[in-house]
């Protein structure tokens, strides 16, 4: 697999399993046998680095891989462009939603990726039930 030296690290520890600390595959991509995945929708990457998603192509940014990739953001690497981006690929594969189905409640998380990157892209949406409003 040829993904392009910028989505390089963060493809190749979804190939090895003693390296997936970190990862987030909660609201990011996960591997499903071969296939990458994220929400309800098959995720390719060309040679460039860049991430194909429902036949729309995403440029490879470094801080686009962070929001994709990682539990833990590096926040000095996102631009606006890349959580509009991040935005963009949550809704148009429900990856932020419970079962990554339309119309369901947002997955709700006390990780750093919800409290501080999903939550604020979806400011206002109603909570899930059984969880405190804070």
């Known amino acids: 697999m040829t993904v392009g030296a910028l989505a390089s690290p963060y493809v ?13 595959t909660e609201y990011g991509i996960r591997r499903e046998g071969g296939v990458f995945m994220i929400g309800d929708s098959q995720v390719g990457v060309d040679r460039a680095g860049n991430t194909h998603i429902k036949d729309v192509e995403f440029p490879a940014t470094k801080g686009l891989w962070e929001l994709l990739t990682r539990n833990e953001v590096d926040k000095d690497s996102v631009t606006d462009a890349d959580l509009k981006q991040y935005k963009t690929i949550l809704k148009m594969t429900n990856a932020h939603l419970e079962g990554y189905k339309p119309h369901a409640n947002i997955h709700i998380s ?14 206002g949406t109603p909570r899930q039930s059984g969880v405190a409003s804070g």
């Open 12 to 24: 190749l520890p979804y190939l090895y399993e003693s390296k997936r600390r970190g990862l987030d």
């Open 110 to 123: 006390k990780g750093y990726k919800f409290t501080d990157v999903i939550s604020k892209l979806f400011p």
